[in-house]
T-cell receptor, first 113, second 117 residues
Framework: EPEVTQTPSHQVTQMGQEVILRCVPI?????FYWYRQILGQKVEFLVSFYNNEISEKSEIFDDQFSVERPDGSNFTLKIRSTKLEDSAMYFC???????????FGEGSWLTVV | AQKVTQAQTEISVVEKEDVTLDCVYETRDTTYYLFWYKQPPSGELVFLIRRNSFDEQNEISGRYSWNFQKSTSSFNFTITASQVVDSAVYFC??????????????FGTGTRLQVTL
């Protein structure tokens, strides 16, 4: 069964460093997303991406964050200068269309020290 | 704005008991989708069900069943004859489909289900 894959599964980084989280969405999907879950809390929307541009972003997704689809398969989330409060599980997700089921990857656990 | 409320923070049951997880939602949109996801201890989010706001038929899938009541804005999830493997955090979520809204899931805070022997 097709699935969303994410790398790395876990990354530890120093405060102020740049981090890139990578994702390969399901191949025939057109909408891509990043969500975040701080330990023990609910899952929060960060950004949605369609047709090579951001379609919506949340207040969390400030200038520190950026997304890119560098080729036909990868979808990346970059955090330019990490802060302690960026420590969280980051989920990549994709859906075939607007309103369709959103399938999540296994998550990338980011720890900022 | 959308809101999803899961009032039960944590539920503990003994194996083979039935358990119902509550979900109440708020949205101004007349068309929307409701979802349930399971997050086992390993951390991934596993899709369980998607329900259209126009379809109020209850659904059963094995030991899982869902009760959608538009009149009370609720979408409750029942596990029959629970098993230890059902132990996880369960999230209810909503996507509105009104004009100008993007395909963005709003999650509830989750209900942690602990099933013991």
């Amino acid at each position: 069964e097709p699935e969303v894959t994410q790398t790395p599964s876990h990354q530890v980084t120093q405060m102020g460093q740049e981090v890139i989280l990578r994702c390969v969405p399901i191949s025939n999907h057109l909408y891509f997303y990043w969500y975040r879950q701080i330990l023990g809390q609910k899952v929060e929307f960060l950004v949605s991406f369609y047709n090579n541009e951001i379609s919506e972003k949340s207040e969390i997704f400030d200038d520190q964050f950026s997304v890119e689809r560098p080729d036909g398969s990868n979808f990346t989330l970059k955090i330019r200068s990490t802060k302690l409060e960026d420590s969280a599980m980051y989920f990549c997700a994709s859906s075939v269309g607007f309103g369709n089921t959103i399938y999540f990857g296994e998550g990338s656990w980011l720890t900022v020290v | 704005a959308q809101k999803v409320t899961q009032a039960q923070t944590e539920i503990s049951v003994v194996e083979k008991e039935d358990v119902t997880l509550d979900c109440v939602y708020e949205t101004r949109d007349t068309t929307y989708y409701l979802f349930w996801y399971k997050q086992p201890p390993s951390g991934e989010l596993v899709f369980l069900i998607r329900r259209n706001s126009f379809d109020e038929q209850n659904e059963i899938s094995g030991r899982y069943s869902w009760n959608f009541q538009k009149s009370t804005s609720s979408f409750n999830f029942t596990i029959t004859a629970s098993q230890v493997v059902d132990s996880a955090v369960y999230f209810c979520a909503l996507i509105p489909l009104g004009a100008g809204t993007a395909s963005k899931l709003t999650f509830g805070t989750g209900t942690r289900l602990q099933v013991t022997l």
